[in-house]
């Protein structure tokens, strides 16, 4: 591991008026890496993941991106480096504006020229066809819609990607084929993963190393190896594992 | 750009360019509206109220000014087609000036009170807290007072007059406006492309202006255009009660309100501008209801 890494999460405690839902989560994230959070609905994983995207500022704790610590308010040049893909390409993409207009948006405002270009150049880098690009995102399936958002989050060049359950909403077939792009662009750009899932076969495909969540605690982190190979030591990992394996068998 | 707007081009199911995309957008609107009967009646006479009252000096058989006392509250007949009134002054000429003074009110009224309503709705609603509850309870102290007291309050405190009546009326119009606007904008603001949004490192207005405020919109315009016969009706009343257009200014529902005396034994006096008044509003509301059927994003 380098001196920094690219995230460094410490002690991360999130709470919604009164209530707690993430309490004191830690983990690091070495640039070039892919990180899993898993657990079920209500463990505070995706909690975790706006918190760490800026989107939701009510958190204490410690948020390090590539060194450099960040408050609840983030600066313009933070969302250059992290983007978030969200989890429902029906509500991610907005219901009155072109995949175009979508995608050139981030590069208004982040004033980058040669717009045109880069639009056609992500398109295609997402495997869209360029016959996509001035189409209303109501004509496009949905496997087309989350390939759209992940050009949105790629297009002004970040270092970390936060994929919130990228293929929760997407039928089984898609899901692949979305997980294979997700993998082949993070090698191409060397970016950085922060993976959040209910799945753990989703979860172990993409991700080096994983941590479990349950009830707004990281009950463990392990390697993807040593969940394959069963060596899991918290109880409710191993659950969640004997859970995915059994629905892989049905 | 030199495309030619044809019927393929527009309906295209991969535009080649922006343009192309919008214009596709909107022609399946109108095809949209097109196939509402209704809504395409209601089209057609507001339209030709707004070209009559623009060719009114060509169209007029007479000086809506002029009197003839000698030919007062005469019957409809082949030189005053929809007779004079007290002051012998031609009625149909007097309706087709009428509409300019109307309908501009109503058009004024309508360009100062949609952004006001949409900006105060959208940075209510977008922004929560403090801001909205500030901007909310004005909004509900103008709701408060009944839309023609307070007009007729802001008018006697002003001089009575097309201008003051058209300041009133949107004093007291606003507010729905800003409450519509407010309302959709809510659904929207918590949404995962807003979060997009503001995950790009927009700022607030740029959000507000570009991906919040355009979704507002089509419910703007549906509820305008149902609004309309209702403005139309409150100008009237102004102008009935004497605090709108000034005599001898030809306002529809000035016309009314000087024939009161005549209902009876002349009732063609006050029927030409009743008529007049009636099939505006009852234009406006059809072309509402069908833009609502084809720009109302729930629908969707």
Same mark, same amino acid.
């Given at each position: 591991? +380098? *001196?920094?890494?690219?995230?460094?999460?410490?002690?991360?405690?999130?709470?919604?008026?009164?209530?707690?839902?993430?309490?004191?989560?830690?983990?690091?994230?070495?640039?070039?890496?892919?990180?899993?959070?898993?657990?079920?609905?209500?463990?505070?994983?995706?909690?975790?993941?706006?918190?760490?995207?800026?989107?939701?500022?009510?958190?204490?704790?410690?948020?390090?991106?590539?060194?450099?610590?960040?408050?609840?308010?983030?600066?313009?040049?933070?969302? %250059?480096?992290?983007?978030?893909?969200?989890?429902?390409?029906?509500?991610?993409?907005?219901?009155?504006?072109?995949?175009?207009?979508?995608?050139?948006?981030?590069?208004?405002?982040?004033?980058?020229?040669?717009?045109?270009?880069?639009?056609?150049? +992500?398109?295609?880098?997402?495997?869209?066809?360029?016959?996509?690009?001035?189409?209303?995102?109501?004509?496009?399936?949905?496997?087309?819609?989350? %390939?759209?958002?992940?050009?949105?989050?790629?297009?002004?060049?970040?270092?970390?990607?936060?994929?919130?359950?990228? +293929?929760? *909403?997407?039928?089984?077939?898609?899901?692949?084929?979305?997980?294979?792009?997700?993998?082949?662009?993070?090698?191409?750009?060397?970016?950085?993963?922060?993976?959040?899932?209910?799945?753990?076969?989703?979860?172990?495909?993409?991700?080096?190393?994983?941590?479990?969540?349950?009830?707004?605690?990281?009950?463990?982190?392990?390697?993807?190896?040593?969940?394959? *190979?069963?060596?899991?030591?918290?109880?409710? +990992?191993?659950?969640?594992?004997?859970?995915?394996?059994?629905?892989?068998?049905? | =750009?030199?495309?030619?707007?044809?019927?393929?081009?527009?309906?295209?199911?991969?535009?080649?360019?922006?343009?192309?995309?919008?214009?596709?957008?909107?022609?399946?609107?109108?095809?949209?509206?097109?196939?509402?009967?209704?809504?395409?009646?209601?089209?057609?006479?507001?339209?030709?109220?707004?070209?009559?009252?623009?060719?009114?000096?060509?169209?007029?058989?007479?000086?809506?000014?002029?009197?003839?006392?000698?030919?007062?509250?005469?019957? !409809?007949?082949?030189?005053?087609?929809?007779?004079?009134?007290?002051?012998?002054?031609?009625?149909?000429?007097?309706?087709?000036?009428?509409?300019?003074?109307?309908?501009? $009110?109503?058009?004024?009224?309508?360009?100062?009170?949609?952004?006001?309503?949409?900006?105060?709705?959208?940075?209510?609603?977008?922004?929560?807290?403090?801001?909205?509850?500030?901007?909310?309870?004005?909004?509900?102290?103008?709701?408060?007072?009944?839309?023609?007291?307070?007009?007729?309050?802001?008018?006697?405190?002003?001089?009575?007059?097309?201008?003051?009546?058209?300041?009133?009326?949107?004093?007291?119009?606003?507010?729905?406006?800003?409450?519509?606007?407010?309302?959709?904008?809510?659904?929207?603001?918590?949404?995962?492309?807003?979060?997009?949004?503001?995950?790009?490192?927009?700022?607030?207005?740029?959000?507000?202006?570009?991906?919040?405020?355009?979704?507002?919109? !089509?419910?703007?315009?549906?509820?305008?255009?149902?609004? $309309?016969?209702?403005?139309?009706?409150?100008?009237?009343?102004?102008?009935?009660?004497? =605090?709108?257009?000034?005599?001898?200014?030809?306002?529809?529902?000035? =016309?009314?309100?000087?024939?009161?005396?005549?209902?009876?034994?002349?009732?063609?006096?006050?029927?030409?501008?009743?008529?007049?008044? =009636?099939?505006?509003?009852?234009?406006?509301?059809?072309?509402?209801?069908?833009?609502?059927?084809?720009?109302?994003?729930?629908?969707?």
């Amino acid at each position: 591991m +380098t *001196a920094s890494p690219m995230i460094d999460v410490d002690r991360l405690r999130v709470s919604f008026g009164d209530k707690e839902v993430v309490k004191g989560v830690s983990f690091r994230v070495p640039a070039g890496e892919c990180f899993g959070l898993v657990g079920e609905s209500g463990s505070g994983k995706s909690t975790v993941l706006r918190a760490l995207s800026g989107l939701n500022g009510a958190w204490s704790g410690r948020i390090a991106v590539a060194g450099a610590e960040v408050g609840p308010k983030r600066h313009r040049a933070f969302f %250059r480096k992290v983007q978030m893909v969200f989890q429902d390409p029906y509500g991610s993409l907005h219901p009155r504006q072109t995949i175009d207009r979508i995608l050139s948006e981030p590069l208004l405002v982040h004033g980058l020229g040669d717009v045109e270009r880069r639009v056609a150049a +992500t398109l295609a880098e997402v495997a869209l066809p360029a016959a996509v690009r001035f189409r209303f995102p109501h004509q496009l399936s949905g496997g087309q819609r989350q %390939r759209v958002a992940i050009a949105r989050a790629l297009i002004a060049e970040p270092e970390v990607l936060l994929l919130d359950e990228p +293929t929760s *909403a997407l039928d089984v077939s898609v899901q692949a084929e979305i997980l294979n792009l997700l993998a082949d662009l993070r090698r191409q750009r060397r970016l950085t993963y922060v993976l959040v899932s209910h799945n753990l076969a989703v979860v172990a495909h993409l991700c080096a190393r994983i941590g479990v969540m349950l009830g707004g605690e990281m009950v463990e982190e392990l390697s993807a190896e040593d969940l394959r *190979a069963g060596r899991a030591q918290h109880p409710h +990992t191993r659950e969640l594992r004997t859970l995915s394996v059994g629905l892989e068998e049905v | =750009m030199s495309v030619a707007f044809t019927r393929d081009w527009l309906l295209a199911e991969t535009p080649a360019s922006r343009a192309q995309a919008a214009w596709g957008r909107r022609y399946r609107a109108w095809l949209g509206l097109r196939a509402n009967p209704l809504a395409m009646i209601g089209l057609a006479v507001v339209v030709a109220f707004v070209l009559l009252a623009l060719a009114a000096s060509l169209l007029a058989t007479h000086d809506p000014g002029a009197q003839d006392l000698a030919n007062r509250l005469a019957r !409809p007949s082949a030189a005053h087609w929809l007779g004079t009134d007290e002051l012998g002054r031609d009625i149909y000429s007097r309706i087709l000036h009428g509409g300019r003074v109307t309908l501009g $009110m109503v058009i004024a009224v309508v360009v100062l009170v949609a952004p006001l309503g949409l900006a105060v709705g959208c940075v209510a609603g977008y922004f929560g807290g403090l801001v909205d509850r500030v901007l909310m309870r004005v909004t509900d102290v103008f709701l408060a007072f009944p839309r023609l007291i307070l007009a007729l309050a802001f008018v006697a405190a002003l001089k009575p007059g097309v201008e003051s009546a058209i300041l009133a009326i949107a004093l007291t119009a606003w507010p729905p406006y800003a409450r519509l606007a407010r309302a959709e904008t809510m659904t929207v603001r918590n949404s995962d492309f807003i979060a997009a949004c503001r995950l790009t490192g927009a700022a607030p207005a740029r959000i507000v202006l570009r991906h919040v405020a355009p979704l507002c919109v !089509p419910s703007l315009v549906v509820r305008i255009t149902l609004d $309309m016969s209702s403005i139309i009706i409150t100008a009237a009343s102004l102008g009935f009660l004497g =605090m709108g257009a000034q005599p001898p200014s030809p306002e529809w529902g000035a =016309m009314i309100a000087t024939a009161k005396r005549f209902i009876f034994e002349q009732w063609w006096v006050p029927t030409g501008p009743g008529i007049a008044i =009636m099939l505006a509003s009852l234009a406006f509301n059809f072309l509402g209801d069908g833009l609502r059927d084809v720009l109302d994003p729930k629908q969707r």
